[in-house]
């Protein structure tokens, strides 16, 4: 025994005048930060980066051409929220907008509702000024189908003349314009 302390009893705070307090601050302030660091990289773990929303939309365009439209629809719309190029963002809207066109209606308002959200895709898709003379004819003639299905003859006609205008060439829409 040292001037009257026995060595196994635990240190006080104060003794003799000197406190111990500040380390022992300084101890729970680092262990909290490190409880705290914990839980940032434990939630972090799981979580995804960003996806390309090139690599999303060729697996939403395989999903059409599988047939399978609505997994089209939740991968293009998957690639949309990941894409600030406006180009990309054209054919993604143009891609999902031929997969609503293509969703199959239980009943009318289901086909009604389709349509719409393909007609609004499909106007997005040249608010993004895609300058492919193909993704534009895509777009005018997938406007005009649904303009056409809906009884809305006269301008369905004016966008089957948008997409032969785009590629005059072409006689698959000079054709299809008058069925």
């Not at 929220?81 to 293509?102: C, F, Q």
């Amino acid at each position: 025994m040292v001037d009257g302390v026995n060595p196994l009893m635990p240190v006080p705070l104060v003794n003799f005048g000197r406190t111990y307090a500040k380390p022992l601050i300084v101890l729970v302030a680092l262990t909290a930060l490190a409880a705290v660091g914990w839980i940032i990289a434990r939630s972090l773990r799981g979580r995804v980066q960003p996806k390309d929303p090139e690599d999303l939309h060729s697996k939403g365009v395989i999903a059409f051409e599988a047939t399978n439209y609505a997994q089209a629809i939740k991968k293009l719309t998957e690639a949309l929220r990941n894409s600030p190029d406006m180009l990309v963002r054209g054919k993604i809207l143009t891609s999902r907008a031929e997969s609503y066109a293509k969703l199959p209606d239980t009943n009318e308002k289901d086909k009604l509702l389709n349509q719409t959200n393909a007609l609004a895709d499909f106007d997005a898709a040249l608010e993004c000024d895609p300058k492919d003379s193909e993704l534009l004819i895509r777009i005018y003639y997938g406007k005009g189908s649904i303009l056409a299905q809906q009884g809305e003859h006269i301008p369905a006609i004016g966008e089957y003349t948008n997409a032969e205008l785009c590629k005059p060439k072409d006689n698959e829409f000079k054709s299809r314009a008058f069925l």
